[in-house]
């Protein structure tokens, strides 16, 4: 999970406080370095709306209807949640693998149902920083998982 700068320093309670009728929309590849970045390779997978209050007593996401039906075909990657004013809340990883929005599914289909399975805010946040060298575009996270540590895009 990656926060917005405007909720660095949020805890999980006002991070699900300000998720609370908001939306989250699923998308493939190309997950911008930080939620403070626009989307600009990713068409939307699924879209999804936050019940009020987000999340229950047991820390389940809760929205208004789960599954949803799938916009576009992909595989899920991630996901950006906002709050019910539009603000940019965080960015997360979605999928099958060790990510913290689980899925019912591997793909997304049009007209196909897709369900949000679980949701993990995991604090502290994952924080990630780009350079541009080169060799493209060098991106570096706070993250243990050798996988997610290093990336080169050209």
């Known amino acids: 999970m990656r926060l917005a700068e405007a909720y660095a320093g949020a805890t999980q309670e006002q991070i699900e406080a300000?998720?609370?009728?908001?939306?989250?929309?699923l998308y493939s590849v190309g997950r911008p370095p930080s939620p403070d970045h626009p989307v600009t390779r990713s068409s939307v997978l699924a879209e999804y709306v936050f019940a009020s209050p987000a999340f229950d007593d047991a820390r389940a996401p809760a929205f208004a209807e789960n599954p949803v039906e799938a916009k576009h075909v992909g595989t899920p990657g991630w996901a950006r949640a906002f709050s019910a004013d539009g603000a940019v809340v965080a960015d997360f990883s979605a999928g099958s693998g060790a990510t913290e929005i689980k899925l019912d599914g591997i793909s997304a289909t049009p007209g196909y149902p897709l369900r949000a399975t679980s949701l993990n805010i995991a604090l502290p946040a994952e924080a990630a920083t780009f350079d541009k060298t080169g060799f493209g575009h060098v991106f570096?996270?706070?993250?243990?998982?050798?996988?997610?540590?290093?990336?080169?895009?050209?």
Do not use: E, F, P, Q
């Open 140 to 154: 570096v996270t706070s993250s243990d998982n050798a996988y997610r540590k290093l990336s080169v895009r050209g």
């Open 18 to 25: 300000a998720l609370a009728g908001g939306k989250l929309i």
